[in-house]
Protein backbone atom coordinates (compact mmCIF):
# COMPACT_ATOMS: atom_id res chain seq x y z
CA UNK A 1 0.00 0.00 0.00
CA UNK A 2 2.66 2.56 -1.02
CA UNK A 3 3.35 3.83 -4.62
CA UNK A 4 5.78 2.73 -7.01
CA UNK A 5 8.13 5.68 -6.55
CA UNK A 6 8.40 5.58 -2.67
CA UNK A 7 8.71 1.72 -3.27
CA UNK A 8 11.56 1.78 -5.88
CA UNK A 9 13.55 4.52 -3.36
CA UNK A 10 14.35 1.33 -0.88
CA UNK A 11 14.91 -1.00 -3.51
CA UNK A 12 17.19 0.77 -6.38
CA UNK A 13 20.42 0.99 -3.31
CA UNK A 14 22.07 -1.70 -1.66
CA UNK A 15 22.44 0.81 1.83
CA UNK A 16 18.48 1.16 1.37
CA UNK A 17 18.25 -2.53 0.56
CA UNK A 18 20.27 -3.78 3.78
CA UNK A 19 17.57 -1.75 5.69
CA UNK A 20 14.80 -4.51 5.46
CA UNK A 21 17.10 -7.43 4.34
CA UNK A 22 16.23 -10.47 6.10
CA UNK A 23 19.60 -11.74 6.44
CA UNK A 24 21.25 -8.56 8.59
CA UNK A 25 18.18 -9.44 11.51
CA UNK A 26 20.44 -12.94 11.25
CA UNK A 27 23.17 -10.86 12.21
CA UNK A 28 23.35 -7.87 13.51
CA UNK A 29 27.24 -8.31 13.74
CA UNK A 30 27.40 -8.74 9.95
CA UNK A 31 30.07 -6.94 8.12
CA UNK A 32 29.02 -5.19 5.11
CA UNK A 33 31.09 -2.58 2.79
CA UNK A 34 29.87 -0.78 0.07
CA UNK A 35 31.22 0.46 -3.05
CA UNK A 36 30.10 2.22 -6.16
CA UNK A 37 27.96 4.97 -6.36
CA UNK A 38 24.49 4.14 -4.58
CA UNK A 39 21.88 3.53 -6.80
CA UNK A 40 23.56 3.44 -9.91
CA UNK A 41 24.32 -0.02 -11.99
CA UNK A 42 27.33 -1.70 -10.71
CA UNK A 43 26.87 -0.36 -6.80
CA UNK A 44 28.46 -3.32 -5.51
CA UNK A 45 28.35 -4.72 -1.70
CA UNK A 46 30.14 -7.80 0.20
CA UNK A 47 29.39 -9.25 3.37
CA UNK A 48 31.06 -11.66 6.07
CA UNK A 49 29.16 -12.98 9.15
CA UNK A 50 27.76 -15.61 11.10
CA UNK A 51 27.02 -19.22 10.08
CA UNK A 52 23.12 -17.80 9.02
CA UNK A 53 24.30 -15.86 6.43
CA UNK A 54 28.16 -16.60 5.17
CA UNK A 55 30.10 -14.55 2.86
CA UNK A 56 29.82 -12.78 -0.39
CA UNK A 57 29.04 -10.27 -2.57
CA UNK A 58 26.45 -8.87 -4.66
CA UNK A 59 26.07 -6.26 -7.35
CA UNK A 60 23.55 -3.90 -8.82
CA UNK A 61 23.64 -4.97 -12.60
CA UNK A 62 20.14 -3.61 -13.66
CA UNK A 63 17.87 -0.40 -12.95
CA UNK A 64 14.63 -0.06 -14.96
CA UNK A 65 13.22 3.24 -12.78
CA UNK A 66 10.00 2.24 -11.58
CA UNK A 67 9.96 -1.22 -12.74
CA UNK A 68 13.17 -3.34 -11.75
CA UNK A 69 16.26 -3.63 -10.04
CA UNK A 70 18.83 -6.57 -10.91
CA UNK A 71 21.56 -8.23 -8.80
CA UNK A 72 24.22 -10.44 -9.73
CA UNK A 73 25.09 -12.74 -6.07
CA UNK A 74 28.17 -14.33 -5.72
CA UNK A 75 28.38 -16.90 -2.34
CA UNK A 76 31.53 -17.66 -0.66
CA UNK A 77 30.34 -19.18 2.40
CA UNK A 78 28.72 -21.74 3.70
CA UNK A 79 29.30 -22.90 0.03
CA UNK A 80 30.87 -21.38 -3.74
CA UNK A 81 27.59 -20.37 -6.21
CA UNK A 82 26.51 -17.32 -8.27
CA UNK A 83 22.98 -16.53 -8.50
CA UNK A 84 20.66 -13.78 -10.31
CA UNK A 85 18.15 -12.12 -8.46
CA UNK A 86 15.30 -9.46 -9.18
CA UNK A 87 12.87 -7.19 -7.44
CA UNK A 88 10.25 -6.78 -9.70
CA UNK A 89 7.67 -3.30 -9.53
CA UNK A 90 4.12 -3.26 -10.98
CA UNK A 91 2.31 0.27 -9.66
CA UNK A 92 -1.67 -0.61 -8.94
CA UNK A 93 -3.47 2.71 -8.13
CA UNK A 94 -1.65 3.86 -4.71
CA UNK A 95 0.10 0.48 -4.14
CA UNK A 96 2.70 -1.62 -5.85
CA UNK A 97 3.02 -5.48 -6.49
CA UNK A 98 6.32 -6.78 -5.41
CA UNK A 99 8.18 -9.85 -6.61
CA UNK A 100 11.31 -11.05 -5.48
CA UNK A 101 12.84 -13.62 -8.18
CA UNK A 102 16.49 -15.61 -7.07
CA UNK A 103 17.75 -17.50 -9.89
CA UNK A 104 20.77 -20.15 -9.38
CA UNK A 105 22.41 -22.90 -11.82
CA UNK A 106 23.24 -25.82 -9.17
CA UNK A 107 25.88 -28.04 -9.78
CA UNK A 108 25.52 -32.07 -9.33
CA UNK A 109 26.44 -31.63 -5.22
CA UNK A 110 23.78 -29.07 -5.41
CA UNK A 111 21.54 -31.40 -7.44
CA UNK A 112 22.16 -34.27 -4.41
CA UNK A 113 21.73 -31.53 -1.43
CA UNK A 114 18.22 -30.33 -3.11
CA UNK A 115 17.14 -33.92 -4.19
CA UNK A 116 16.43 -34.46 -0.40
CA UNK A 117 16.16 -30.70 0.95
CA UNK A 118 13.29 -28.24 -0.10
CA UNK A 119 14.68 -24.83 -1.43
CA UNK A 120 11.30 -23.05 -1.19
CA UNK A 121 10.95 -24.75 1.92
CA UNK A 122 14.72 -23.45 3.50
CA UNK A 123 14.72 -19.74 1.79
CA UNK A 124 10.73 -19.19 1.26
CA UNK A 125 10.32 -17.16 4.88
CA UNK A 126 12.97 -15.66 4.21
CA UNK A 127 12.19 -13.76 1.25
CA UNK A 128 8.32 -13.36 2.69
CA UNK A 129 9.96 -11.85 6.22
CA UNK A 130 12.20 -9.29 3.73
CA UNK A 131 9.19 -8.71 1.60
CA UNK A 132 6.76 -7.78 4.48
CA UNK A 133 10.00 -5.37 6.30
CA UNK A 134 10.04 -3.44 2.41
CA UNK A 135 6.59 -3.19 2.93
CA UNK A 136 6.40 -1.92 6.48
CA UNK A 137 8.81 0.88 5.54
CA UNK A 138 7.87 1.80 2.21
CA UNK A 139 4.11 2.56 3.93
CA UNK A 140 5.64 4.05 6.95
CA UNK A 141 7.44 6.29 4.13
CA UNK A 142 4.38 6.55 1.91
CA UNK A 143 2.39 7.65 5.22
CA UNK A 144 4.89 10.66 6.13
CA UNK A 145 5.15 11.42 2.47
CA UNK A 146 0.93 12.20 2.26
CA UNK A 147 1.19 13.88 5.64
CA UNK A 148 3.80 16.35 4.51
CA UNK A 149 1.75 16.94 0.98
CA UNK A 150 -1.24 17.66 3.51
CA UNK A 151 0.58 19.78 5.48
CA UNK A 152 1.22 22.30 2.68
CA UNK A 153 -1.97 22.15 1.19
CA UNK A 154 -4.68 24.83 2.30
CA UNK A 155 -8.05 25.07 0.39
CA UNK A 156 -7.29 22.94 -2.48
CA UNK A 157 -3.61 25.13 -2.93
CA UNK A 158 -0.55 23.84 -2.51
CA UNK A 159 2.09 25.99 -0.32
CA UNK A 160 5.81 25.96 -1.76
CA UNK A 161 7.81 27.92 -0.03
CA UNK A 162 10.07 29.87 -1.85
CA UNK A 163 12.87 32.18 -1.59
CA UNK A 164 13.63 35.80 -2.55
CA UNK A 165 15.53 38.31 -2.27
CA UNK A 166 15.08 41.28 0.43
CA UNK A 167 12.53 43.56 -1.03
CA UNK A 168 11.00 47.17 0.93
CA UNK A 169 6.90 47.52 0.53
CA UNK A 170 5.10 50.85 1.12
CA UNK A 171 1.85 50.68 1.68
CA UNK A 172 -1.46 52.86 2.18
CA UNK A 173 -4.86 51.45 3.83
Known amino acids: ???VDVVY???????RMAEWSPWAKKDPAMKVTYSGTEGVVGQNSSWSGNANVGSGSQEITALEPLKKVGLALHFKEPFESEATSDLDLVPMGDSTK????????????S???LAF???DKMIGPDFEDG??????????DARTKEAEARAKTYRG?????????????????
Not at 98 to 109: I, K, M
Not at 157 to 173: L, N
Open 98 to 109: VTWVFRGDNNFV
Open 111 to 113: RIY
Open 157 to 173: YTITPVDRQEMTFAGHR
Open 117 to 119: NDM
Open 9 to 15: AHANSLQ
Open 131 to 140: VAQLKAQAEE
Open 1 to 3: HAP
